[in-house]
């Protein structure tokens, strides 16, 4: 028997990737039995099959950058900007930091937890981190991510404590064009 797996890129509509994984299946014999073949599990475990896909080099691939000299976010995709956000940056001694990374967590109305009382808010009015969360790197001294905010006047300063805060309607819109893997990229 053997079993032949090919993960492919499609871009539908010239918008986004997709992946497809083909997998092809072929007896040996007609009498063969079905074995457990390991690479199969591939395909029961998604976050691997989005794993892969995040560090496609496709150009295709929608990709998010972030010019903190700007403080701006750009939603790039086939060389094209789609969307652009105002944001807030780290302020000094919390600066955002500047690399290459995947989102690897999205929450609608998350809880917030202050990284210097541990006093956790949940979500509501009182919440600095707005309606939604996405989050692509994780610290020794917490999470970093895009949020909402509940102080509006904070954005295009550096006022956080490393995230990247957006106004409640920006990241609800950002939120609904991204997807778990997307690379981030921060200069």
């Keep these: 028997m053997w079993v032949n797996i090919n993960l492919q890129s499609i871009t539908a509509g010239g918008c986004f990737t997709v992946a497809v994984l083909l997998v092809t299946y072929s007896p040996a014999s007609k009498n063969s039995d079905i074995a457990y073949c390991p690479c199969l599990k591939l395909a029961q475990h998604p976050s691997q099959l989005q794993s892969a896909l995040s560090k496609s080099k496709t150009t295709a691939v929608p990709t998010l950058y972030v010019s903190l000299s700007e403080k701006v976010v750009r939603l790039v995709s086939n060389g094209t900007t789609k969307a652009e956000f105002p944001i807030a940056i780290g302020k000094p001694g ?13 929450q609608q109305y998350p809880f917030w937890k202050h990284p210097i009382t541990s006093e956790v808010i949940p979500p509501g009015g009182d919440n600095p981190m707005g309606s939604r969360w996405i989050r692509f790197h994780t610290t020794a001294d917490g999470l970093i991510g895009f949020h909402g905010t509940n102080t ?31 690379k981030v990229v921060i200069r």
């Design 152 to 182: 509006t006047a904070s954005i295009g300063t550096a006022a956080s404590h490393g995230c990247l805060r957006m106004y409640n309607h920006d990241i609800e819109h950002l939120y609904q064009q991204v997807t778990i893997g997307m």
């Design 94 to 106: 919390w600066e955002t930091p500047t690399g290459d990374y995947y989102i690897d967590d999205m």
